[in-house]
């Protein structure tokens, strides 16, 4: 069979290579261990973004900065929601509120 890079990724499909690990667990430093399963069934499954999307604790990490750089986002400029969330900040019982509602502890 000849590959080329017209028919390359319908050959990686077919195939269905797959890397399966246990690796440390970087975002907690408490000696844990990570299962990790990649799959690989087009030439951009091997970008970052497309390998954080198949491990989850790397996809719940990148969507809560995404979140993030989004509010940053809002903030600028808009100095009435700034002061909002500094007052929420300072209030413990408006941050309890905002954890329940957004999912938190």
Known sequence: ??????????????????????????LVEDGSKVNVELHFKHMDDFSPINIIDQVEPLRKLFEA?????????????NDELDALLQDVVANTEGLKEIKAAIGGE
């Open 1 to 26: 069979m000849e590959i080329d890079r017209d028919n390359f990724n319908d050959i990686l499909a077919s195939i269905a290579p797959r890397l399966a690990l246990r690796v440390d667990n970087k």
């Open 65 to 77: 900065r995404k979140r993030l750089r989004d509010l940053l986002a809002k903030l600028d400029g």
